[in-house]
């Protein structure tokens, strides 16, 4: 079926339908030993609310030049300059000396950068105020999360999470910090979460709103 990402996890308990905003598809997740047809029947039975939720996706941003992206939530056009080489950030504008073939590249390389710069910042000064060791920050192109803790206490985040604003950025971080001292989300784990950091309703609410735009930029 067309337009369909198909995927089986070993310990799921039933089968899931999901929108993938980057890919623009849905995701149907299958139990082991759940048949392709029980999920087709229920992706079929859903056709109106994915057929919605599809057609209710932002428009894909392509970084090149003459366009926007955002960073800390401020829209920054991209230049493309002659002479010099590399990609620097000048007030609002997020400039590209460089041959215009490989300029998303090197935008998407760019941004890369910052968010690792940015984040890691962010959760070395947060693992400190909470008298916590950090082993290790990742920055990786997640779909389904905007971060992650591993039981080693490595940090993993999303790097689409620096594009938004700083007051997302802070709660992203804090939460992903607090999992370095509790990894479920039980009481004492919103406990840190949120003396770490104070904007975990406006955040969540922000990105339920605006992560899809996000996982759009392509």
């Known amino acids: 079926m067309a337009g369909v990402v198909w995927r089986r996890h070993a310990t799921a308990q039933r089968i899931t339908l999901r929108i993938d905003a980057g890919l623009g598809r849905v995701v149907v997740t299958l139990p082991a030993r759940v048949p392709r047809a029980a999920g087709v029947a229920l992706l079929n039975a859903n056709a109106a609310w994915v057929a919605l939720h599809l057609a209710a996706l932002p428009e894909v941003v392509t970084m090149q030049a003459g366009g926007c992206v955002c960073i800390d939530g401020v829209p920054r056009l991209i230049r493309h300059r002659q002479g010099g080489r590399g990609v620097w950030l000048e007030a609002d504008a997020l400039n590209a000396a460089c041959d215009p073939a490989v300029l ?3 935008v998407g390389q760019f941004l890369r950068e910052e968010a690792r710069r940015r984040l890691t910042s962010q959760a070395v000064g947060k ?13 990786r192109d997640t779909r389904s999360r905007w971060g992650s803790c591993s039981p080693g206490g490595a940090l993993m985040f999303c790097w689409r999470v620096v594009m938004a604003p700083l007051f997302v950025q802070d709660y992203v971080v804090a939460h992903e910090v607090a999992h370095l001292m509790h990894l479920d989300h039980g009481a004492d784990f919103w406990a840190l979460a949120d003396r770490l950091s104070p904007h975990r309703e406006a955040a969540v609410s922000w990105l339920h709103q605006e992560g899809p735009r996000l996982l759009r930029v392509a």
């Open 127 to 139: 693992s400190a105020l909470a008298g916590l060791v950090l082993q290790r920050v990742s920055i």
């Open 104 to 106: 998303p590249r090197l």
